[in-house]
């Protein structure tokens, strides 16, 4: 079983509408959960981070979080061409600092 | 406020050949991470430097090494290089106590012939 498991996708959403990105990670002591963005041809960035259950809103993107089911979410309103991009899922495992990656799914918003 | 800059950014190898990346961090960030980026397996963690000590591992042969100075600048080397080696080799720099907040450099491509 991968550490940190994402569908590859695409996830293909029209303009306006709602992306939901989901993660699931194996390690129970997992505590801290990130997402970045990353363009073809480009580094990945930081968009979210969340560290406790629940919702965390940044502008048109929301990050959930469900440690009892170890799973963890990105969901972003009002999608745009612009936010077609690869969203890596990362975590760190209990007890550590090394980030560990899911391997990406692609996002695909049509016009 | 400069970020993380790689080099050389584009360079291609033979096999059984060695290479030395380089990676600047912000300033004033400490920790650097290396990542081997590839189609296949995604995102891998080489290892991280923190204060010139190597702090976490991956799992990667002997043959990938690396190390850090005492302005925070680090370098990675790969000796014997394999065909599979073929990647985009990602630094990354953060604050302390930030463990998942990076900083990417734009990358190292390694292309291995």
């Known amino acids: 079983q991968k550490e940190v498991e994402q569908n590859s996708g695409p996830l293909s959403v029209p303009e306006g509408a709602i992306a939901s990105l989901n993660c699931t990670y194996s390690d129970r002591g997992s505590q801290s959960f990130f997402w970045y963005r990353q363009y073809s041809g480009k580094s990945p960035e930081l968009i979210m981070s969340?560290?406790?259950?629940g919702d965390k809103e940044d502008g048109r993107f929301t990050a959930q979080l469900n440690k009892a089911s170890q799973y963890v979410s990105l969901l972003i309103r009002d999608s745009q061409p612009s936010d077609s991009a690869t969203y890596l899922c990362?975590?760190?495992?209990?007890?550590?600092?090394?980030?560990?990656f899911g391997t990406g799914t692609q996002l695909k918003v049509e016009l | 406020k400069a970020g993380v800059t790689q080099t050389p950014r584009y360079l291609i190898k033979t096999r059984g050949q060695q290479v030395t990346l380089s990676c600047s961090p912000i300033s004033g960030h400490r920790s650097v991470s290396w990542y081997q980026q590839t189609p296949g397996q995604g995102l891998q963690f080489l290892f991280e430097?923190?204060?010139?000590?190597?702090?976490n591992k991956g799992n990667f042969p002997g043959r990938f090494s690396g190390r850090q100075f005492s302005n925070s600048r680090s370098e990675m080397n790969v000796s014997t290089l394999e065909l599979g080696d073929s990647a985009l080799y990602l630094c990354a720099s953060r604050t302390r106590g930030t463990a998942g907040e990076l900083f990417f450099g734009e990358g190292s491509r390694l292309t291995v012939l």
């Open positions: 430097y923190f204060s010139e000590t190597q702090r």
């Open positions: 990362a975590v760190t495992p209990g007890g550590g600092n090394k980030l560990t």
């Open positions: 969340i560290y406790s259950n």
